[in-house]
């Protein structure tokens, strides 16, 4: 199941408590204060991997609790340290606080952590209150709670290039025949409800991810079909393949609709290196618009059905992909 949004809790644990102890051992009758420190509360940690790709299991888990720091021990002994809880997310995940919707990280690449709650630190032990005029203390501290707070988790799938398109554009029919992925495909719309990643091979050793993106329709920015939910997805994606139905009414007034769509959602989406492919042309000879050679990029023939063109259309992506300037904008 593919879950993209999760609200938690998250509580560190406590410090430990410190220690009223004193030294007691033959021949030394005034062994003085030897009660130790308490241990840090275990903290929270976010870290993430490109070993899952959705919140589903997160999301079957709302609380997360670190263990509270060990007590102070005898012999000047700090306490043992509280365990440490990560919680493992897919990469593009953005950590937020749910009660101020304040971004505090934005995990782009596998294995980069942020501490989402710290421990509390541990309690001073007697020992620690000695002077000269206080031999023999009997007082220590307890040690410090541990932060709580509510997170809001949202993932934003990391792609090199997003496949754009109206439903039923033939989108999850390319994806299958450019990867191993297996979307669910039928002759209605809407057969893609979430979004899919395939990698697909170029040459051995030489790949790259592609991700289909549930069908937009106008209004969508506005939360129409299937809404603005999915088009954050686009936003990580380095280029785009708009997916437009060489047989359907209008292909041009198509590709101008997913366009105004993604510049309501956010302008520089616009910016984003791409391609158009022209799919479902095994079902009749379509004259291309000659408003699509205006925008500027390849423009291509394309047939899920048949395999037409998919060559072509692999090598444009990864050309498009091999493009920098979207990178250096922080996508």
């Known amino acids: 199941m593919f879950i993209d949004e999760s609200k938690l809790e998250v509580h560190a644990g406590h410090g430990g408590k410190g220690m009223v102890s004193f030294r ?3 021949f030394v009758p005034l062994g003085g204060p030897s009660g130790g420190n308490g ?3 275990g903290h929270v940690v976010v870290v993430a991997t490109t070993e899952i790709h959705t919140l589903y299991d997160i999301g079957n888990k709302r609380i997360f609790r670190a263990d509270a720091g060990g007590p102070g021990e005898p012999s000047l002994c700090t306490g043992r340290n509280g365990k440490d809880i ?3 997310v897919p990469v593009g995940t953005l950590v937020k606080d749910l009660a101020t919707g304040e971004l505090l990280s934005d995990l782009k690449e596998a294995g980069q952590r942020y ?4 421990g509390g630190r541990g309690g001073v032990g007697n020992a620690a209150f000695k002077s000269s005029t206080n031999r023999a203390p009997r007082q220590s501290t307890p040690g410090d709670p541990g932060e709580s707070r509510k997170l809001l988790l949202e993932l934003k799938l990391v792609a090199d290039c997003g496949l754009v398109g109206f439903p039923n554009a033939g989108k999850s029919s390319l994806i299958r025949k450019l990867s191993a992925a297996t979307p669910k495909v039928a002759d209605y719309p809407f057969t893609t409800l979430k979004p899919i990643l395939g990698l697909v091979e170029v040459a051995p050793g030489q790949s790259f991810v592609l991700v289909d993106i549930p069908g937009l329709i106008e209004g969508a920015a506005e939360g129409k079909g299937l809404g603005h939910r999915f088009l954050r997805h686009i936003e990580r994606s380095f280029c785009l393949a708009y997916i437009i139905d060489a047989s359907g009414e209008d292909p041009y007034g198509q590709y101008k609709v997913l366009r105004a769509e993604m510049e309501k959602f ?3 989406l616009l910016q984003k290196p791409k391609l158009i492919a022209m799919n479902k042309c095994d079902l009749g000879e379509f004259k291309i618009d000659k408003r699509f050679k205006k925008e500027g990029c ?6 899920a059905l048949t395999g037409d063109g998919l060559k072509e259309l692999k090598k444009g992506m990864r050309e498009l992909i091999g493009e920098t300037s979207i ?3 922080g996508w």
């Open 24 to 26: 007691r051992e033959k």
């Open 86 to 88: 990560e919680i493992t």
């Open 266 to 268: 956010h302008p520089l």
């Open 327 to 329: 990178r250096k904008q």
């Open 39 to 41: 241990g840090r509360g």
């Open 115 to 118: 501490t989402v709650a710290q």
């Open 298 to 303: 390849p423009i291509l023939r394309t047939s």
